[in-house]
Nanobody
Framework: QVQLQESGGGSVQAGGSLRLSCAASGYTWSPYCLAWFRQAPGKKREAVAAIYTGGGSTYYGDSVKGRFTASRDKGENTLHLQMNSLKPEDTAMYYC???????????????WGQGTQVTVSS
């Protein structure tokens, strides 16, 4: 059974940084996509960043390019998201997801974590 456990959320002031982690277990096939999505109140869930384990290619949403960096610790099968220069509009519940892809769409992911809250104050 695939399990995804997020950690690292919290509250920070604008301009600050946070690092999210997602521990993935139980995935028995490869390659696959690991991703971070986020959903703010009243808004659709959107892809933030993703990694394709087959070739290491990455995806970043336009609103986070240059500020967020996704990385994968292969040994521990952990996905990280380093978030710098955080803005109030980054406030959302952040979800880790795994699936066969496509890399940047929700339909490409069939396993989801419970989410971790990120709150950025101005």
């Amino acid at each position: 059974q695939v399990q995804l456990q997020e950690s690292g959320g919290g509250s920070v002031q604008a301009g600050g940084s946070l690092r999210l982690s997602c521990a993935a277990s139980g995935y028995t096939w490869s390659p696959y996509c690991l991703a971070w999505f986020r959903q703010a109140p009243g808004k659709k869930r959107e892809a933030v960043a993703a990694i394709y384990t087959g070739g290491g290619s990455t995806y970043y949403g336009d609103s986070v390019k240059g500020r967020f960096t996704a990385s994968r610790d292969k040994g521990e099968n952990t996905l990280h998201l380093q978030m710098n220069s955080l803005k109030p509009e980054d406030t959302a519940m952040y979800y880790c997801a795994a699936g066969p892809g496509p890399i940047a769409t929700m339909k490409g992911y069939n396993y989801w974590g419970q989410g971790t809250q990120v709150t950025v104050s101005s």
